[in-house]
């Protein structure tokens, strides 16, 4: 018996159905009710609310933030360790806590900076031990500030694990041509290596932004809510509590699906973009 094509894709199909399409079609749908379950625009217009576009402000400048720092930094790390010529055995190393600090993430992340950075954190402690009293001097790791902090340990390390693979795909006879043709290390980075390298690294900013963008658990448990994001907001309407409003919470859902389909579009695209070079 012959097994139809099509078999050997349902199971995907089946998955982004339940985990995709139809979350999605929820919040669409719950987009348009009150909480008395009557048809309503009243939950796309409270969107437009001075709270509401703050949270989306903020949101966006702490993920674009985090995945632009993240993008440089973790850049920077991945070419030393590719191209810079340091030890092989550290390059394993950095791809294995690269690994697992990119899922390192929530709660445990929080608490792993209070218990680092936090008042009577030990890194405090110590610098408290030499004069230095950091929040005297106005850091706060329960911040804007803070919050980036924490991100970065995600982020950094993922921006090295999505780059990595592009660095080691530059190939040598580029760079001899480019010596060559008389070029120096200036004119090859900056005519042949970084504009190869520009789909890639635009592709990795929209993948940290994504996946700042909709961390939930690190900031509510670092800050308590304290700072205005959409997430937050996001919890805050739809687990009941004085706020409780799960209409308004879909359409903010629906809100970042948005802007999330829109980073999706452009990732592809520059993927596509890459994918003409080999990386």
Do not use: C
């Not at 400048?61 to 993240?70: E, I, R, V």
């Amino acid at each position: 018996m012959k097994i139809p094509p099509w078999v050997g894709v349902a199971p995907f199909l089946a998955f982004a159905f339940l985990f995709l399409i139809l979350p999605s079609g929820v919040l669409l749908v719950g987009a348009f009710f009150g909480g008395d379950g009557h048809f309503t625009l009243q939950n796309l217009i409270d969107l437009g609310r001075p709270r509401i576009l703050s949270a989306y402000t903020v949101t966006v400048q702490l993920s674009a933030l985090t995945a632009f720092l993240g993008v440089v930094l973790g850049f920077l790390l991945a070419w030393s360790v590719t191209m810079g010529g340091l030890p092989a055995t550290l390059k394993g190393f950095l791809s294995t806590f690269s690994g697992v600090a990119s899922n390192f993430g929530g709660v445990p992340l929080a608490f792993a900076f209070i218990a680092t950075l936090g008042r009577v954190g030990l890194l405090t402690a110590v610098l408290n031990t030499f004069g230095i009293d950091i929040y005297d001097q106005g850091f706060s790791l329960y911040t804007f500030l803070g919050l980036t902090l924490a991100y970065l340990y995600f982020q950094l390390p993922l921006m090295v694990l999505i780059i990595t693979p592009s660095l080691e795909g530059m190939k040598r006879e580029w760079r001899e041509a480019s010596v060559s043709l008389g070029g120096g290390r200036w004119t090859y980075w900056t005519r042949v290596a970084l504009p190869v390298l520009t789909p890639p690294l635009l592709a990795a900013f929209l993948l940290l932004f994504g996946n700042a963008f909709g961390a939930y658990a690190t900031a509510y448990a670092l800050t308590g809510g304290v700072i205005n994001l959409v997430p937050i907001l996001i919890g805050a309407q739809i687990r009941g509590d004085v706020l409780h409003n799960p209409g308004l919470g879909y359409a903010l859902a629906l809100g970042m699906v948005a802007i999330m389909a829109a980073s999706i579009v452009v990732y592809s695209w520059a993927q596509k973009r890459a994918s003409q070079w080999g990386l």
